[in-house]
């Protein structure tokens, strides 16, 4: 018998082939990422002729938040993904949850190091930091740096000066990139709680993904990011037409307000689509709220 056929990192005619794939094939686990907070299992799925490696993280490894009492991480991570899809940017690895070897959880598209020799993030995974740890010059894929002096520099924008010891400070800077900033677009609307470094995962086809989205979603401000840099200006007019198009998809009786009502409570669900309206209204990249610490820790 033939070995399946290895599948590669999406694209937009493969995605529903993927996401049939994480749904029906068969979970196999083949190691856990220990640095991980909650349980995370590196497996393999194979549906007839195909296959590939997947992260499965169940909900009974889940540790309870203080701060997200109802639903699960799992669901969430879903959601992130359907909402993901809708903007059209593609911005999450296919996600489907589904029933496995350890109950019910998420199921996502493993993304792997970029193998043709530029520096990579890695996929981390929840605490895996095979790469993308920052530190100083630049690293998480070329997309992230600590640079001496005050000044970003020209293709950076700076996000907050950071303690490196011995008594010294280097400023954060992520790239001014297209990508990165639809993510923070993404980030904003979800309620993003952990944009670490460590989630940026840059592919090898060029496109960058986003990973780990189970702090999201809640009804009251939560957002913290290293994404921080495009703060107060104003919308892309890509941006503004894709959250335009979302605000539609979200209203009641759609299909993606159909499935979220699934995955998330009725008051985030509404809180999702005030986030919306808020950003077409304002017309800007949301601010810090200053009631919440704006940068995660550890930042990686």
């Known amino acids: 018998m033939p070995a399946p056929e290895r599948l590669p990192a999406p694209g937009v005619s493969a995605t529903g082939e993927l996401e049939e794939l994480l749904a029906r094939g068969e979970l196999t686990v083949v190691g856990r990422i220990r640095e991980a907070s909650n349980a995370v299992l590196l497996c393999t799925v194979a549906y007839g002729d195909l296959s590939a490696e997947c992260v499965y ?7 309870p938040l203080w701060d997200f009492p109802d639903g ?11 909402v993901s899809e809708a903007t059209g940017w593609g911005l999450v690895p296919p996600t489907v949850l589904r029933d496995g070897p350890y109950g019910e959880g998420m199921v996502q598209l493993w993304i792997g190091p970029d193998e043709s020799g530029e520096p990579d993030g890695g996929d981390t995974r929840d605490g895996d930091t095979r790469d993308g740890e920052t530190g100083e010059g630049e690293s998480g894929g070329g997309l992230l740096a600590l640079v001496e002096g005050e ?14 010891g011995e008594g010294r400070t280097a400023l954060l800077v992520h790239a001014d990139d297209p990508r990165l900033r639809r993510l923070a677009v993404l980030d904003a609307v979800i309620n993003n709680g952990d944009r670490k470094g460590g989630h940026l995962l840059p592919a090898p086809d060029g496109r960058l993904y986003g990973i780990d989205h ?23 007019e890509e941006a503004r037409e894709v959250l335009t198009a979302l605000a539609a998809r979200l209203a009641d009786g759609e299909p993606l307000a159909t499935r ?9 669900l509404a809180a999702v689509r005030a986030r919306v309206a808020d950003l077409l209204r304002t017309g800007v990249h949301p601010q810090p709220s200053g009631q919440w610490p704006a ?4 930042p990686v």
Request: a negative charge; proline letters at 9%; charged letters at 30%.
């Open 57 to 63: 993280k169940p909900v009974k490894g889940e540790r």
């Open 72 to 82: 699960n991480l799992a669901r969430r991570e879903v959601a992130a993904y359907l």
């Open 151 to 164: 000044e970003a520099g020209e293709g950076w924008k700076p996000v907050a000066f950071a303690d490196v």
């Open 214 to 236: 189970g702090v999201t979603f809640h009804r009251e401000d939560k957002l913290r990011t290293l994404l921080w840099g495009w703060a107060g200006e104003p919308l892309t």
């Open 260 to 268: 979220l009502a699934e995955l998330i409570t009725p008051v985030e």
């Open 295 to 298: 940068i995660p820790w550890p």
